[in-house]
Each structure stands twice: as structure tokens, then as C-alpha cells.
């Protein structure tokens, strides 16, 4: 009897680990399991704002695939989806093509710029490891010429994050701690220097309780956050940023904006002729697209509607690491000729933000609120519980989050 074939494209949350767990499940001789990544990492995605900043290296965000994955029954292929045949059953890459049986899609998001003229050649994106290594450097970058210049440049220290979102607050967050460090490295009065965040909404992070918004602004802006809400960002230009508020437009100069207010599907799957919507595939119960009994989709790719509310569940981290062990599962019953497949069904654990390295807020249990070092400590150890579901003890040691107190 021939081994089918399992494709997984894309190691990011959903993909690493419904590919850690499909070689647990799955013998040698059941399977073949190729994981295609265009690099030969995983990356915290939940850490990029801290890399950005230059509060965490970014080696510590990234994990080797070899490190994670048996490559005795995995075949890891090191390169880049180019476009999905379902209905061939094909997958092209860059430098070659695989045949699958059983497919899963999780290959993650792209920014989405609504069209906003220069935005996507003049601001920063945090979207990957050197997207964001490169925001780091540009920062120093212009700490660094600011003495070296004969007429000083206020808009190397005007610092501006479009979004008010998770993203964008977390990274002001960092961007609190990492400025003080930059201004005593680079001998710059921090009064100089301007952390802006701009948000379209009348407050930010919308959907969240007012109190823990009203916690999380009060302590940013205690450490020379400047929020501006309201604010429609209308252009980006090389050496300024445009928004509109109140009927008015306002200019503010900076080399530096960040970009921080929205993401979407990857583009591939809605070129590849999948039915979507906006892009995302919206699933079946059991995770696998609509018109497709041998396609699974995953994490950013995949659309899953909240019930209660209506709308979408927003593609997190906690979300697709939820779908991976249910993609994992079904995937592995249809492998070995099973045909009844489980239904997904998200338990949200919580939201925690952080506000730097030793603050934070958010829910956890339900409704329980967390405010301060509380708050830090549990989202470290979410960070770290992840890792050991992931690559076990010697991973959390190696990769881990234990500043708890600092």
C-alpha cells in the first residue's frame, strides 16, 4: 500500500507544530511528512516587537527547524511556495514542485496597507525576523547620526507607530524601555526624543475592558508615549507622516514610522483559486477548506467565525497553536484510512499585552484582570509553556523568558 503523501507549507505557529505532532503520531512507515519553510527557522512571531526595539536579540525569537523536527520522519524543505494546485494536487516552489495527498496551508500573513499612498515604500513592517533586525538598526542608526550632523534633525528622534492595536502597543512598549538605553548610549536628552502612536479608532486597543486601556495608556505615557487617536494616517512620506484628525490634516516629521495597524491572509491562497473570504479560507468544522476533503488550512490562512459575536476570531498565536492539534489529529486519521475527523472549537485561555519587559495587563481565567508584574510574569510563562509543548525542557531552557524580576 503506497504512503500518502503530507505536505505542510509554512512553519509558523500552526505549521511547526501540526508537523511536530504529525511525527509523533504518524511511524516512518505510515507517512511521508514534508514541512516547506522558506528559511530554516521558526520564529516567535508574539516576540517581533521586542526585536524590533533591540530589547530581545533575535536569535532568542528564532528556533532551528532541526531543533524541533525529527528529521528521520520529516523531509524539511528549505524554499519558497510560488503557488498551490489543488486541483492537481500539486504544490509549486521556487526551485521545484511536490505532490501531496493530504495538504496544509499555514503560511501565515502579510501586511495590509489599505492603499495608503508611501506607506509601503517608506515605512518599516514588523513582519519577520529581518524586517524587524532591520527597524532595530535604523533606530541606532539614527541615535548615532544625530551629533554627527551640523544641523541637528528633530525627525531622527520623532518616532512614529501607526496603530493602536496589539502590535503597535506592545512595540511603544518596548520602545519606552529601549529609548532611555539608546538616549545614555548615544548622549541624547531624552526630552528630544518622541514616541508617537497614531489610531484611526477613539481609543486604543479597541475591544479590549476600558480599565486595562485606561492602565495601559496611563503607564506608556508615563514613560513619553504620545497617543493620538482618532487619527486617520492619510500619507507616508520619506521624512514625514500625514494623518487627519478632526477635519484637519497634520504633518509630523520622522524617519522612522512603523506600521503596525493591520495584517492579512497570504496572498497565495487567494491567487491559488481557493474560495475565501477576504483572502482567508473560511473552514469547515474540521478545519479543512470548503471544497477540498484532502486541504487543511491554518492559523492566518484560516477563517473561523465567532458564534457570539458575529465576527471572525482574530488569527493569534493561541489560536493556531489550538487548531494544530485538531489539523494534526484529522490529518493523521485520514493517513491511516479513518474517516471520522474531530471538529475544532477555539477555548480562548486569555489576552495578556505586554508594556515592556516588567509591565503588562490583560485577562486571564475568564475575566480575571491582571495588572503590573502580574501580568508580565504570566505572559513570560505563557511564552515559555509554548516552547515545551514545542521542543520540550532543554527548548525552554535554551530559548526561554526568566527576567522575571527585572
Sequence with gaps: MKKPNIVVLGAGYGGIMTTVKLQKSLGRNEANITLVNKNDYHYQTTWLHEVSAGTVHQDQARIAIKDVVNQHKVNFVQ?????????????????????????????????????IPGLEENAFMINDINSSRLIREHLDYNFAQYHNEKEKNPARLNIVVGGGGFT?????????????????????????????????????????????????MNSLEARGVEFITGAILKESKPESVVYEKDGKLVEIPTLTTVWAAGV?????VEKSGFENNRGKVQVRDDMRAPEYDNVFVIGDCALIMNEESGRPFPPTAQIAIQQSATV?????????????????????????????????MGVVFGNKKLFGWKATFMKKMSDNRYLLKLGGIGLVLKKGKFNFFY
Design 79 to 115: 524554499d519558497t511556495v510560488v503557488e498551490i494546485k489543488p486541483e492537481e494536487n500539486k504544490v509549486k516552489l521556487e526551485n521545484g514542485e511536490l505532490d501531496y495527498d493530504y495538504l496544509v496551508i499555514g503560511l501565515g500573513f502579510e501586511p495590509a496597507t489599505f492603499g
Design 168 to 216: 503597535g502597543i506592545e512595540y511603544v512598549g518596548e520602545l519606552a524601555n529601549r529609548v532611555p538605553e539608546l538616549c545614555k548610549e548615544y548622549d541624547i536628552d531624552k526630552s528630544q526624543v518622541r514616541i508617537i502612536n497614531l489610531e484611526g479608532a477613539p481609543t486604543v486597543l479597541p475591544g479590549f475592558d476600558p480599565e486595562l486601556v485606561e492602565y495601559a
Design 264 to 268: 492579512k491572509a497570504n496572498s497565495i
Design 328 to 360: 494534526a489529529h484529522n490529518v493523521a486519521a485520514l493517513a491511516k484510512g479513518h474517516s471520522e475527523l474531530e471538529s475544532f472549537e477555539y477555548k480562548p485561555l486569555g489576552t495578556l499585552a505586554s508594556l515592556g519587559h516588567n509591565d503588562g
